[in-house]
């Protein structure tokens, strides 16, 4: 079958019911035969239906349905505690009919009472979601049923009204980590609203990256972030570090070269009420690192004051001032570069990024060096520990390349870089994350100058 005939997967299911002769009962009776074993239990099945006698069921007539093994006609299939039941006139047995039709059926199910089984294993149970779109990775083995299997997803899932397919690697042919995609299901419509963290975010899904499958590592790092810090975002997208960092009231520089990750950047700023702390960019990774340095030196004693809310102050007896005080800091705790592809050859930009600026940190103030977090794609792990080391070991060479200087794994309490993996993303390579605080010889050292 390579078109959805909905009408096949209608089935009609012969079985037993316990009639309840008072209504009353319904409760008790329910009780008894889930001790005795003999109430069905099926996955979307109600136990208690109405009568299939319509005069009854106008008169709010129930029944109890019984698990197949139970006849009407066959006393030695019935515990004691039905039997009972039976003699005390409180349940007759009647034989009952369900029609169980194509919305009966999952997702699941309905694949896989079409794809060959053969074809089935490793079938795709799960899709990306961005709004009202389903993002699909089809394997060549499914390319026949692609239109059909689209179709099953847009009637098993309300939410979605879109299904597209993607036929190239994202960033083929665009520096902007989009892709090629075909649409199998509903609209060409690919302007989207996501909401993730208690933000809004509005794009265009074919001109922006968005990975719902990394949300619960956007939460690990905004978890990072303490209130009243200072982060860099070098390749922000649409904002899912940014805006919930500015949420939580963390000062943000967040850059993207991509003109339309900027755009639905700006609005997200907006419509999130963090424009106070977040202030996007749009240019070039390199070149931002450099100058996001001085913007935030710049701006640094910038003070934001916010009302205190109302409700907290009206409940305390000391409720403390009505406002709120935040003052931008001078230097960068943290620095986000997500750009698995290519992040870390981006880390040569922090040579010398704080030359000439050492009292700006420890011994002569408080602050410490940023953490710098690089993502970026090695082979994937599957849980093997020696595939994990020798993976973390490559990645410490590229980025001792990419810095010109040698840093180590960390091992416990020894060592450089700590690496995280974040997700597989193909069935040989997995995403992670190498953090590391910025080296005072890279930091301090020998690159472009402040003025």
């Not at 009407?72 to 034989?95: C, F, H, M, Q």
């Amino acid at each position: 079958m390579l078109q959805l005939d909905r009408a096949l997967f209608a089935k009609r299911v012969h079985l037993t019911a316990a009639r309840v002769l008072q209504k009353t009962q319904i409760g008790p009776l329910r009780v008894d035969l889930e001790k005795s074993r003999e109430l069905l239990h099926e996955d979307r099945i109600g136990p208690v239906q109405l009568d299939p006698d319509v005069k009854r069921a106008g008169q709010g007539g129930k029944c109890l349905l019984l698990r197949p093994e139970i006849a009407v006609d066959d006393a030695s299939t019935w515990s004691s505690a039905l039997k009972a039941r039976i003699e005390a006139e409180d349940i007759n047995l009647i034989p009952y009919e369900m029609l169980l039709d194509y919305d009966h059926w999952t997702y699941a199910e309905v694949l896989a009472a079409i794809i060959p089984e053969d074809s089935f294993e490793g079938f795709p149970t799960g899709f990306a979601i961005a709004g009202h779109v389903a993002h699909l990775n089809l394997r060549s083995d499914y390319l026949p049923y692609k239109h059909l299997i689209a179709a099953v997803i847009v009637d098993k899932n309300p939410q979605i009204r879109t299904v597209i397919n993607k036929i190239d690697d994202v960033g083929v042919g665009s520096p902007f980590r989009t892709f090629k995609y075909e649409v199998l299901a509903g609209s060409a419509d690919l302007n989207v609203e996501v909401h993730s963290q208690d933000c809004v975010y509005r794009f265009d899904y074919s001109k922006v990256y968005w990975n719902t499958r990394l949300q619960t590592e956007h939460q690990r790092m905004v978890g990072l972030f303490q209130t009243g810090e200072a982060v860099c975002d070098v390749m922000a997208g649409v904002g899912p570090f940014a805006v919930p960092a500015g949420k939580k009231r963390v000062f943000v520089l967040a850059n993207d070269l991509n003109p339309e990750c900027y755009a639905s950047l700006r609005d997200g700023i907006q419509s999130n009420k963090v424009k106070a702390f977040v202030r996007p960019y749009n240019e070039d990774g390199r070149a931002f690192i450099r100058h996001a340095v001085d913007d935030l030196l710049t701006a640094s004693g910038r003070i934001v004051i916010l009302p205190t809310k109302a409700k907290y102050r009206k409940h305390t007896a000391d409720p403390g001032p009505p406002w709120l005080e935040f003052r931008a800091p001078p230097t960068f705790s943290h620095f986000i570069m997500n750009l698995p592809a290519s992040a870390i050859s981006f880390l040569d930009a922090f040579k010398g990024v704080y030359g000439g600026r050492q009292h700006l940190f420890q011994p002569f103030t408080a602050a410490k060096l940023p953490m710098i977090h690089v993502y970026c794609f090695s082979r994937r792990v599957d849980g093997d520990a020696a595939i994990l080391a020798a993976a973390t070991r490559e990645i410490c060479q590229e980025i001792s390349s990419a810095m010109g200087i040698a840093v180590t794994p960390e091992v416990g309490d020894v060592g450089d870089v700590a690496i995280r993996e974040v997700r597989d993303v193909a069935p040989r390579k997995s995403m992670f994350c190498a953090s590391f605080r910025l080296p005072p010889e890279v930091a301090f050292g020998a690159g472009t100058q402040p003025a």
